[in-house]
């Protein structure tokens, strides 16, 4: 009887289940994290019925009024309270750079009017074509 050799010949296939893993770790992180990029304070936002702005591939500017009427910059995933006139300033420099950033303001349910306004006539006057207002869908 003859003996068979046995070679190892160099086996060319991919072994796609490593990356397979990383794909389903990567899917479940990014799960995880989509609700937390839009941040802000935590404030009670007014109801209304309203249809939802057009998604837009630039992540928004988001300022928030308090019920005290204290002003909050989303700045990189950090709160913080600033001036009107920071506001204007650091609204300007981010249309200046991204003249198509949604700019989104969240305000109280229970603050006054004119802090809105105010607000609004600054954003305007840096520059801002069209500034959107959050609300809540009404509970039924």
């Known amino acids: 009887m003859k003996s068979k050799k046995f070679r190892n010949k160099p086996l060319a296939e991919i072994n796609v ?3 397979i893993d990383v794909t389903l770790v990567l899917l479940v992180v990014f799960m995880i994290t989509a609700p937390l990029l839009m941040q802000g304070v935590k404030v009670e936002l007014p109801k209304a019925n309203s249809t939802p702005m057009e998604t837009k ?3 928004p500017f988001i300022i928030s009024i308090k019920a005290d009427g204290t002003f909050w910059i989303d700045e990189k995933g950090t709160n913080k309270i600033e001036t009107l006139t920071t506001i204007k300033s650091q609204v ?3 249309l200046r750079q991204s003249p198509e ?3 989104l303001v969240w305000g109280d349910g229970q603050v006054a ?3 809105v306004v105010e607000l609004m006539s600054e954003l305007q006057r840096a520059g801002a074509p069209s500034v959107g207002l959050v609300t809540q869908p009404p509970s039924n």
């Open 92 to 94: 300007s420099k981010v």
């Open 101 to 103: 950033t949604p700019i």
């Open 57 to 59: 591939e630039n992540e």
């Open 113 to 115: 009017y004119a802090s």
């Open 17 to 19: 289940v490593p990356y």
